[in-house]
């Protein structure tokens, strides 16, 4: 089993930043990947960025590309989220999920919540 819990989350202004933590415990070393979801009420879950542990591939949503940044600390077994010029529409309920295989994500934290103000 691997544990997840987030870390980070705020009110934050139109045009702030803010930093997404994500530690991992337990069996991190059979992570393949882990990946930042965001989901706003009455919306389908969406996934805006993810890094494999090993190689650190990186991938993002296009409505967030240029502007999110995701990484790894693989000594510390922590995935950040750095999310630089935030956006009203990027107010959302933030998870960090943890898989075993390729976009696979079976291992869930319980949620950080971002809120962009204008």
């Known amino acids: 089993q691997v544990q997840l819990v987030e870390s980070g989350g705020g009110l934050v202004q139109v045009g702030g930043s803010l930093r997404l933590s994500c530690a991992a415990s337990?069996?991190?070393?059979?992570?393949?990947?882990t990946g930042w979801f965001r989901q706003v009420p009455g919306k389908e879950r969406e996934l805006v960025a993810a890094?494999?542990?090993?190689?650190?591939?990186?991938s993002y949503a296009d409505s967030v590309n240029g502007r999110f940044t995701i990484s790894r600390d693989r000594a510390e077994n922590t995935v950040y989220l750095q999310m630089n010029s935030l956006k009203p529409e990027d107010t959302a309920v933030y998870y960090c999920?943890?898989?075993?295989?390729?976009?696979?994500?079976?291992?869930w934290g319980q949620g950080t919540q971002v809120t962009v103000s204008s």
């Open positions: 999920a943890g898989g075993t295989r390729p976009n696979e994500y079976e291992y």
């Open positions: 337990g069996r991190t070393y059979s992570l393949y990947g």
């Open positions: 890094v494999t542990w090993r190689a650190g591939r990186t």
